[in-house]
């Protein structure tokens, strides 16, 4: 079954700096790819999805990288604010959707 | 749309006892999920539906049961409640599968969190 990877655990940056998660997965099959974003206490939210048919999408500040042959995706996040500040979640959809491990990401006014 | 709601919001739990978390959506979805997440944790599937009267496991299934018997309602059961079931638990929809994987944006529930003491 899929396997998801997620690095780092935590990511602590300045505010204006950017932010970078990475995550890995072992299916070949899988061609959905969401992030979530996990406030304290509050449910998981989309604020971004990739298909395998696209290399790269952007929305606003944030922006997914897609690199089907080497298995990983990576989650960007331009000029940080203080409420980017929360647990964001990849996930890869090999048969079921499976999430990685989570990286709190923290940014400091 | 009140969107996925969930039942109850927190709730503590006996040893041995048992329970059921209930799980609503009003969006027609196809599909639907239960997720387990553990303090610092990711979320883990437990069971899912394709549609009423289909249900399969996920990947932490043991010590729960869950049924679909209709398009709007997916409760989960907890039997023979243990420690180890301590956890929050998310109940998520989404509209359904295309080329048979799962592609659609999943919406979660505001989740119950469980103690079982």
């Known amino acids: 079954g899929e396997n998801v990877e997620q690095h780092p655990s935590t990511l602590s940056v300045q505010e204006g700096d950017s932010a970078v998660i990475k995550c890995t997965y072992s299916d070949s099959a899988s061609n959905y790819f969401p992030w979530y974003k996990q406030e304290l206490g509050k449910r998981p939210q989309l604020i971004i999805d990739i298909r395998s048919n696209v290399g790269e999408k952007k929305d606003q500040r944030i922006a997914v990288t897609l690199n089907k042959t080497a298995k990983h995706f990576s989650l960007h996040i331009t000029e940080t604010q203080p409420e980017d500040s929360a647990v964001y979640f990849c996930a890869a959809n090999g048969g079921k959707l499976i999430f990685g491990q989570g990286t709190e990401l923290s940014v400091k006014p | 749309n009140a969107g996925v709601t969930q039942t109850p919001k927190f709730r503590i739990l006996k040893i041995g006892q048992s329970m059921t978390l209930q799980c609503a959506q009003d969006m027609n979805h196809n599909y639907m999920y239960w997720y387990r997440q553990d303090p610092g944790m990711g979320l883990k599937l437990i069971y899912y539906?394709?549609?009423?009267?289909?249900?399969d496991k996920g990947e932490v299934p043991n010590g729960y049961n869950v049924s679909r018997s209709t398009t709007e309602d997916f409760p989960l059961r907890l039997e023979l409640a243990a420690p180890s079931q301590t956890s929050v638990y998310f109940c998520a929809s989404s509209y359904g599968l295309l080329g048979g994987l799962i592609t659609d944006t999943q919406y979660f529930g505001p989740g119950t969190r469980l103690t079982v003491l």
């Open positions: 539906s394709v549609g009423a009267g289909i249900t």
